[in-house]
């Protein structure tokens, strides 16, 4: 099974609608982040989250929200969707100690907002 | 300034020939690693390796290593014994500091011919 999984993995939405991506760990980390892959673009940190109560934004933030429901749940809200929010997300987690702390990554959700 | 830099075109090379993959970052703080993952065509995000910046030795993991020129400020991925299964695009990555973020440099595709 998966150590990071994210639901769901595909998604068309209409602009105006509100969305939920859900991303949940089994790996026991602390950290978690939501990125946002545009072709050419690389990954772009959306939001971080280093403990239940530890939220930070990150570097294209508007128009997005997220929510640490537990150290094992991490989720991703758009408010009101717009199709330059068009993308692929990847939920991923990292742990607090010493040394390299790679981030592992969720499959990724291929989100379309029409 | 960029952080993470990659700027080759898109990369070909023969099947069991080595391939090198460039990588040059840009930071001021004394303490930061450098990650390459690799991003198959399936999409999900693998780890490949990593390297801090206080490591002595150029990391290596099985056909992969890092060619870590401090001093210009580079974090070639050499990948050597190319096989048909690496063809992906590959990533740069790098934390600064304690701070777990990772910043993404654009990608680099590579593609292995027969």
């Known amino acids: 099974d998966a150590d990071v999984t994210q639901t769901p993995r595909n998604r068309i939405t209409k602009t105006g609608k509100r969305i939920m991506l859900e991303c949940s760990q089994t790996?026991?980390?602390?950290?978690m982040y939501w990125y946002r892959q545009d072709p050419g673009l690389g990954l772009r940190l959306i939001y971080y989250?280093?403990?239940?109560?530890?939220?930070n934004k990150g570097e294209i933030s508007d128009g997005y929200s997220v929510s640490r429901q537990a150290q094992a749940k991490f989720s991703l809200s758009l408010e009101s969707a717009i199709p330059n929010q068009t993308a692929l997300y990847f939920c991923?987690?990292?742990?607090?100690?010493?040394?390299?702390?790679?981030?592992?990554f969720g499959p990724g959700t291929r989100l379309t907002v029409t | 300034a960029q952080k993470i830099t990659q700027t080759q075109p898109g990369m070909f090379v023969q099947e069991k020939e080595a391939v090198t993959l460039d990588c040059t970052y840009d930071?001021?703080?004394?303490?930061?690693?450098l990650f390459w993952y690799k991003q198959p065509s399936s999409g999900e995000m693998i780890f490949l390796i990593y390297q801090g910046s206080y490591d002595q030795q150029n990391a290596t993991e099985g056909r992969y290593s890092l060619n870590f020129q401090k001093a210009r400020k580079s974090a070639n991925l050499v990948i050597s014994a190319s096989q048909l299964g690496d063809s992906a695009m590959y990533f740069c990555?790098?934390?600064?500091?304690?701070?777990?973020?990772?910043?993404f440099g654009k990608g680099i595709t590579l593609s292995v011919r027969p």
């Open positions: 930071t001021s703080d004394p303490s930061y690693g």
């Open positions: 991923a987690t990292s742990i607090s100690l010493a040394g390299r702390n790679e981030q592992y």
């Open positions: 990555a790098m934390r600064e500091g304690a701070n777990s973020k990772l910043t």
């Open positions: 790996k026991g980390h602390d950290r």
């Open positions: 989250s280093f403990d239940v109560k530890d939220i």
